[in-house]
Nanobody
Framework: QVQLVESGGGLVQPGGSLTLSCAVSGFTLGNYGLLWLRQKPGQGLERVSSISGGGLKSSYADSVRGRFTISRDNNRKMLWLQMNNLKPEDTATYFC????????????????WGEGTRVTVSS
């Protein structure tokens, strides 16, 4: 049974930092890419960042590039998203997700995702 459980969300001031974690289980992590998605209030899902199965290739949405960093540890079965210089527009529910393949591009299918963790950026 594939499980992805996010944690680390909360309230943070603009310009602050937050690290999201995702505990992953139910499959061999090194065989699959992972992603962070987010859903802003009243809007659809957005792909924020992705990382290949081996952790050597990553990508970022233009809106977060330079501020966010994705990482993974397949031995610990963990995925992280380090978020710096947070902006009010980053307010959203963040989901970790599993890709169908080892590599991830903009057309890669998502097979599973977690329940999400809420991030609110406000002063």
């Amino acid at each position: 049974q594939v499980q992805l459980v996010e944690s680390g969300g909360g309230l943070v001031q603009p310009g602050g930092s937050l690290t999201l974690s995702c505990a992953v289980s139910g499959f061999t992590l090194g065989n699959y890419g992972l992603l962070w998605l987010r859903q802003k209030p009243g809007q659809g899902l957005e792909r924020v960042s992705s990382i290949s199965g081996g952790g050597l290739k990553s990508s970022y949405a233009d809106s977060v590039r330079g501020r966010f960093t994705i990482s993974r540890d397949n031995n610990r079965k963990m995925l992280w998203l380090q978020m710096n210089n947070l902006k009010p527009e980053d307010t959203a529910t963040y989901f970790c997700a599993k890709a169908r393949t080892f590599l991830v591009d903009r057309r890669t299918e998502i097979t599973h995702w977690g329940e999400g963790t809420r991030v609110t950026v406000s002063s």
